[in-house]
C-alpha cells in the first residue's frame, strides 16, 4: 500500500497509560479513513507487517507521504525519541529537495507556538476542536490522482466499419509497478468495444522525450495512407464501461477527462454595413 499521509504521535507514558495525543490521532486516522485518504496509523498500519518490518515500514511510509501530521500535547512528547524522529526526518527530505512535502500540527494540550520546538514554529498548527479543518488544508495539499486523461498518449481511428476495420488504437504510459522506468502499453478494440486488448511496449524509457518518440514511431508505422487511419480523440471513440475498465487496469482512480474551462471569446461588435455602391443615393452622389 501507498501512504499518503504519517501521522506522528507519542502513544503512552512510561506508566503504559495512553496519551492525549493518541486518542486524538485515533480520531485523525478514522476522520482521514473515512474520507478515503492512504493514512499511516501505526496502530492500524504496523500490524499488517511482522514484527521485524516496524523500522522499514515507517521508513517507507516517511518517504511516500505528501503530508506529515504531528499530534502532541506537550512538547516533551514532541521531542520524543521516536515521533522527533519522524518529523525530522520528514522536514530533512522536504528541505532538501528530495521531496515535496507539508507538515501540519494537532495541539491537544494548551501549548504555545512559540513552545515548539525551533524548527515547528513556521508549521500550521490546529487545535483538537478544528480536525474538519485541518481535513482540507490535508486534501488541499495532496497531488491530484491521476486520470485516464494523464496518461494517454495517442489514439488513433481506422475508418473502415465496412470491413469490421473501425478500430481503436491507444498507448497509454506510465511507472512500471517495479518503480524502475516508464511503461509504454498499446491497447485496441473495436469501435464500440467495452474492453481493450492490451500489451506492453516498452518498459525501460526513462522521460517524456523518449515516450513521445516511440510512441510517435508506433504511430507512423500504423498510419499507411491505404489504412485510412485517423487520430481522433479517446473520449470520442470509447464507452464509459471502455474508459472505466481501462481505468481499473492502470490503477487509476477517475475514469472521466478533467474538466477544462472554457476560454472566453470576446464578441466583436458589429461592423457597420457598407451601402452598397449602386444604390441611388450613391448614383445621385456621383452625379453631383
Not at 507514558?13 to 474520507?35: C, G, I, W
Not at 495517442?154 to 518503480?179: M, V
Amino acid at each position: 500500500m501507498s501512504y499518503q499521509v504519517f501521522i506522528s504521535f507519542k502513544k503512552s507514558h512510561q506508566s503504559k497509560t495512553l496519551t492525549p495525543d493518541a486518542v486524538v490521532a485515533e480520531k485523525l486516522y478514522k476522520l482521514f479513513r473515512d474520507n478515503k485518504v492512504e493514512t499511516f496509523y501505526s496502530e492500524e498500519s504496523l500490524a499488517e507487517c511482522g514484527a521485524g518490518q516496524f523500522s522499514r515500514a515507517i521508513e517507507k511510509a516517511l518517504d511516500e507521504a505528501k503530508v506529515l501530521v504531528l499530534v502532541g500535547s506537550c512538547r516533551e512528547n514532541i521531542e520524543s525519541r521516536w515521533v522527533e524522529a519522524e518529523w525530522d526526518s520528514f522536514l530533512n527530505d522536504v528541505r532538501s529537495g528530495h521531496k515535496e512535502g507539508h507538515l501540519f500540527i494537532v495541539n491537544c494540550g494548551t501549548m504555545k507556538p512559540s513552545e515548539l520546538p525551533l524548527f515547528l514554529r513556521r508549521q500550521q498548527m490546529f487545535r483538537e476542536d478544528e480536525l474538519s479543518r485541518l481535513l482540507q488544508f490535508v486534501l488541499n495539499a495532496l497531488p491530484d490522482s491521476p486520470t485516464l486523461d494523464d496518461v494517454i498518449r495517442g489514439s488513433l481511428h481506422c475508418f473502415r466499419p465496412e470491413r469490421n476495420e473501425d478500430k481503436i488504437y491507444l498507448w497509454t504510459a506510465h511507472k512500471s509497478p517495479q518503480g524502475s522506468g516508464i511503461m509504454v502499453t498499446a491497447h485496441w478494440g473495436p469501435r464500440n468495444a467495452k474492453r481493450l486488448n492490451s500489451q506492453v511496449k516498452k518498459t525501460d524509457l526513462t522521460n517524456e522525450d523518449e515516450v513521445a518518440a516511440f510512441v510517435n514511431s508506433e504511430k507512423r508505422q500504423k498510419m499507411k495512407p491505404s489504412e485510412g487511419y485517423r487520430p481522433k480523440a479517446y473520449s470520442k471513440l470509447l464507452t464509459a464501461e471502455a474508459r472505466s475498465l481501462l481505468c481499473a487496469a492502470l490503477g487509476l482512480n477517475v475514469a472521466e477527462k478533467r474538466p477544462q474551462t472554457k476560454k472566453r471569446v470576446a464578441k466583436s461588435s458589429p461592423r457597420p454595413k457598407k451601402s452598397p455602391k449602386n444604390t441611388p443615393k450613391a448614383s445621385a452622389k456621383k452625379r453631383r
